[in-house]
């Protein structure tokens, strides 16, 4: 079975430039997790969705930052314009049921903003 | 304030040794605990959940203690396969999930 898969894998852009993260989650789970990881801040939690629906987006750092979820199968994280201190490896991680489930994490997506 | 801290290590054991995590959280409403294992460059992964009564799977055993409000993780008999950062994750409520930094455990030959 496939698990969440991300793309892209890996990301180098300029300081300025739009970033878009793409996310599949599990064929059947509900709830939708974006994260960012860094050395410095461990794992964030940026948004979280549920049936599709964003349900906290308090972890979103600023406008620069926005998230959908138009279907079940597919969401996106945007960086738009993107900051050297964007620099980091995003996760999108899924799960069945209610959030206090297992999450199941994607391979990442690493992006260095020069 | 960070609601889920973690001593960041690194640990450094040697095989066979045992080793312990603790994990505290400040949010006195949490219920969900688990630890995540993530090796390097890689995607974390659930490596046990933790419950009321503890619980043990094979060499890994986790446990809860709600006074003091921290989680424990004991590695028995290290290999060196077990060479990892361990995380540990706490969830209050439905949408309030933290994860810890990480601990960064290394075992030597």
């Known amino acids: 079975d496939a698990g969440v898969i991300q793309s892209p894998r890996h990301e180098v852009t300029e300081m300025g430039q739009e970033v878009t993260l793409r996310c599949k989650p599990i064929s059947g789970h509900n709830s939708l997790f974006w994260y960012r990881q860094t050395m410095m801040r461990g794992l964030e939690l940026l948004i979280y969705?549920?049936?599709?629906?964003?349900?906290?987006d308090s972890g979103m750092p600023e406008d620069r930052f926005s998230a959908k979820m138009p279907n079940a199968s597919f969401s996106t994280l945007k960086i738009q314009p993107s900051e050297p201190r964007d620099s980091a490896v995003y996760f999108c991680?899924?799960?069945?049921?209610?959030?206090?489930?297992?999450?199941?994490f994607g391979e990442g997506s690493r992006l260095t903003v020069l | 304030r960070k609601e889920v801290e973690q001593d960041p290590g690194p640990f450094n054991v040697p095989e066979g040794a045992t080793v312990a995590f603790n994990c505290t959280y400040s949010n006195s409403a949490s219920q969900s605990f688990f630890w995540y294992r993530q090796d390097c460059r890689k995607e974390p992964k659930l490596l046990m959940s933790v419950y009321s009564s503890g619980n043990e799977d094979g060499r890994f055993t986790a446990q809860l203690n709600r006074a003091s409000q921290y989680i424990s993780l004991l590695i028995r008999d290290s290999k060196l396969s077990d060479s990892a950062t361990y995380l540990c994750y706490s969830g209050a409520g439905s949408y309030q999930l933290t994860f810890g930094k990480g601990t960064k455990l290394s075992v030597i030959p």
């Open positions: 991680a899924s799960s069945l049921g209610n959030p206090k489930g297992e999450l199941f």
């Open positions: 969705f549920n049936n599709n629906v964003p349900i906290d």
